[in-house]
């Protein structure tokens, strides 16, 4: 079982006040925090090894260079790719999107072509398909849900036709907190020749990720949502794939040779990291990996299911909640969206906030969910493995003080 | 000092609780939707004129305390007004919003308005509190660069 | 004056030894080092409020929201900017040159129109430019060198035409060390309604950025060549041309409103800034501005030149030496390029890296420059605020050992 | 340790100051150009075949020692053997080079080959070392799979 008093002690900003009352943050959804093991290997970088990579004779240079590829390798490893230079760093879950949106698709699809998505999605694995969609003529579908906030795959044999070139659907919602059972959507699209994509950005905080068994051609998360610095994220693609496309954005570092007049690319991974990288936070990614493995996702998801049910049902008693995800710890992660009735969520979270309560308020990035569900946001509790029945105690608290500071509206 | 005091004043929880000139016209001469893409608030504004006057307003609207209460005392301080005095004002409340360094302050009139320069302290719920302001502004002005009301109303 | 003993107190990796040598950093040209004032802003973020900006109601939310957006106000500042909303954060310079050529450019140029850059162009302001011209059927030129390594402006009215539509020119080049006046060029551009984008990433390091003196239409450069964090660069661009541009990168932070079936995009600059921005480094980024600004560029000006005139006159001394880039110091950087006859780069920086001098060896990711000299690349040593005349003097000691270890070959 | 005990040894500076087989075939069966995109060094390889056996092998380079050396080594190591004879040797000297945990030492016959397992130390010229030899396994599989010598050649 996991120690949290320990864990928390690795993490420097929850020991911390906040408007006067304990720090207490269920944001993670957004982004967690940091270790300092983490924080340290990003000072270390600056402070023993900094220099630009890949082109260095002297010493620092191929320090980096080689702590650089060394997290290139622990991704490898994290994700079970068959190889590292599956693994191309980004900035963030949205910059792979585009990539894959960039290199891939704007090459492979033609008018009439159709893209697969979920109505659980994230504006990330949304806007961009859509621009697509308006540039190429293609046709976007999605996956409905049922009324427990569920894919509905009822009617999959209809949505996936020798038509769908990508599927693009995400493991796990950063609003509903379900976890998705992709098997039927994988081979069936493998089945007409589509490729899939996995957004995992959600899920990598929750559960292991191995790309063999979810059977998928591409995935993509961020680093900073699993204990990691910002600005890093991956693209993992199968090899043969990532081969045939061309390259995203196009600079240093990238290609063989240039010429005045024309000009050849470096050989993957190479080929999709243009210009010079954010070293120092790939470097320190590989530090929250080791510290994510060093705890172990057993004992997180067992951590977290414990901490779920606990959450869900203080939560249950409180007056007028209204949840958004299944009230139960089947295939669900530890992200919690609700909102109390004739409160807006906004305010909610100003309330709960002045108490030293860090939670999200609004649409979390899904939009068209928010219209779907008939509500202008929710307030999101999003736990993590530093997180304690005592927060929860805490939020539960703050919720039965809003009315009193807020009164109650009617809905209008 | 609590949230009450700065943020939840009792003028502000008044109108959020009983928005004044809430509702739609039929017959509006014009009419603008106005969207806060950070938090989601919606809301539709009406305004009816007599030549240059404002001889009626009303806000639809869906959003948070502050966003409700800013729309709701909106109304009330421009009804009634010239469209060139109502764009005074919508000004002068803009420049409490987001000017950091002076403090502006309203007279008798407006009095409700001051409630809301707390918000200041609260910068991502300043767009809130100024969602019916600039609404208000890009009604007027789309009126007068385009006299095109039905375009306008169709944005 | 400007005092390189505190200076070099305030950048911890230089306190250690390499190789069992002194470090003696010349590599300032690839990547500058870090003061402690920017290691400490980066782990302070993480340490006291870190969390995912822009749309958070809770308190860490909003003060790394405002740390974030002081950012770009200091940015502004700091080129002259008009508005803060013109500053657009992206990873690197390649990536900010890549947004003009995916957003400006695919959208504005047709088969036939031109293309001008220079024969002293980096990789990341090439290769972006030659993708395009594949894609679109524009046509590249370049305006050559003169004998002495500058711009040779005499054809200029050849080369600018309207048919020009995009001058893209570096204002230092990051090989030969010349600063580069770009007055002419910016006039005749813009008489002939072409946009003029300017590559300041060498430049900036050295000299006083003003985008109103330079009277460019783009600029851009990133943060870790100034002191600052890796993984920001920015894109400046004019406000209505910015305006006029379609997203580049799409999805979370950057939309006005999402549906299943249609979009709307945020303002400026947030229509250019998809998903969870380098939070903590662009937030370092004003740390690395506030530091220069203190120094001050006019001493920083003034120590290049003196050093910079001090590591001429004795790496002329040395034997069989051979300089790419002017042997004097008017309007020129830092950054020398030599070699020493009979020995390959490679080995030679080597043979230098052997005794704690880090300078780079290769083509600076210039290959087409290269050609141009007929070399297969060059040692570069590159100054810096925290460099004195005792790393020149260890640097030409170490040459006088290179023929010893390694003979001498005649050019094959 | 010394530069000169580690990388440069007496070895590789005979072989690059005096590279064997240097030039060009001008009835050559085989020829590829080889890059090191990092450093610029280019290498052009001829092959003359008498059916699978490497009659006569030359080298055209700009390099550095490494690189050189490397090349002058390999083509006194494969010159006179059958292609499949010189995969093997090209295959256990890359297996020498990036091979972390292994060791592979060459018997006698190729003893100088030995001398350049030092350049392991320095990861960025590993890719210096190995030009020559990729280059080799390219050209001779382009030969077997293509068949197509004047293609090959054009690469
Ligand atoms: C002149 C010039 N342009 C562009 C770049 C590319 O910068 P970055 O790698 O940070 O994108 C560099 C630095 O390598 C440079 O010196
Ligand atoms: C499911 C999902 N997809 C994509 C993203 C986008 O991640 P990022 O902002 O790091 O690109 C997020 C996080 O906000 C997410 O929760």
């Not at chain 1, 879950?93 to 290199?103: Q, V």
């Not at chain 1, 994509?197 to 929750?206: E, K």
């Not at chain 1, 309330?351 to 929710?378: K, Y």
């Amino acid at each position: 079982m996991l120690d949290v008093k320990k864990i928390k002690a690795d993490f420097p900003i929850l020991n911390q006040n906040v408007n006067g009352k304990r720090l207490v943050y269920l944001d993670n959804a957004a982004t967690t925090q940091k270790p300092n093991c983490v924080i340290e290997a990003i000072s270390d970088y600056y402070k023993i090894y900094n220099a630009n990579i890949h082109r260095g004779i002297h010493t620092l240079s191929q320090k980096a260079t080689q702590a650089y590829e060394d997290t290139r390798v622990a991704t490898q490893n994290f994700i079970g790719a068959k190889a590292s230079q599956e693994i191309i760093f980004t900035r963030n879950t949205t910059e792979s999107i585009n990539l894959i949106a960039y290199s891939y698709a704007r090459f492979n699809l033609k008018p009439g072509d159709e893209i697969l998505l979920t109505h659980m999605e994230h504006h990330a694995n949304l806007v961009p398909w859509l621009e697509l969609s308006k540039e190429l003529g293609v046709k976007i579908k999605y996956i409905p849900l049922t009324a427990d906030f569920r894919l509905d795959l009822s009617n999959l044999n209809q949505l996936i036709t020798d038509k769908t070139k990508i599927v693009s659907v995400t493991l796990m919602s950063n609003v509903l907190g379900v976890i998705n059972d992709l098997t039927a959507i994988t081979e069936l699209a493998h089945k007409f020749k589509a490729i899939v994509h996995v957004d995992a950005a959600q899920a990598v905080a929750h559960m292991p990720i191995d790309v063999k068994k979810l059977n998928c051609d591409f995935l993509s998360f961020s680093f900073h949502k699993i204990l990691g610095p910002t600005g890093v994220g991956i693209l993992w693609g199968r090899e043969a794939l990532l081969d045939s496309m061309p390259p995203f954005l196009t600079g240093g570092n990238m290609i063989a040779s240039v010429y005045f007049d024309k000009v050849t690319f470096n050989e993957l991974p190479y080929k999709f990291e243009a210009g010079t990288p954010d070293i120092a936070n790939v470097i320190a990614a590989k530090t929250a990996i080791e510290y994510i493995n060093n705890i172990g996702y057993k004992d997180i998801a067992k951590h977290e299911s414990k901490l779920t049910a606990y959450a869900l049902e203080k939560l249950s008693g409180q007056e007028n909640i209204i949840f958004y995800g299944p009230v139960n710890t089947i295939n669900r992660g530890s992200v919690i969206s609700f909102n109390l009735k004739g409160l807006h969520p906004h305010d909610l979270g100003q309330v709960i906030n002045e108490e030293g309560v860090a939670i999200r308020a609004g649409h979390h990035c899904c939009q068209p969910l928010m219209r779907l569900l008939d509500i202008s946001g929710t307030i999101r509790a999003s736990l993590y493995i530093y997180n304690d029945e005592d927060d929860i105690d805490i939020l539960v608290k703050t919720l039965k003080n809003a009315y009193k500071v807020m009164g109650h509206v009617a809905s209008r | 000092m609590s949230l009450q005091d700065e943020l939840y004043k009792e003028t502000i929880l008044d109108h959020y609780h009983c928005p004044r000139n809430f509702g739609s016209i039929n017959s509006a001469s014009l009419k603008l939707e106005g969207l806060n893409p950070l938090c989601g608030d919606e809301l539709t504004l009406y305004l009816k004129l007599n030549n240059d006057i404002i001889e009626d307003i009303k806000v639809e609207a869906k959003g948070c305390s502050i966003s409700t209460a800013s729309s709701s005392m909106m109304t009330e301080a421009v009804k009634g007004l010239s469209l060139d005095k109502a764009i005074n004002i919508a000004s002068e409340f803009k420049q409490m919003m987001l000017n950091k360094n002076e403090i502006t302050v309203f007279d008798e009139t407006n009095d409700d308005l001051n409630a809301l320069a707390g918000v200041k302290k609260y910068p991502v719920r300043i767009k809130c509190a100024l969602l019916a302001w600039n609404t208000l502004l890009q009604c007027i002005e789309g009126n007068n660069t385009e006299n095109d009301n039905l375009k306008n109303s169709k944005e």
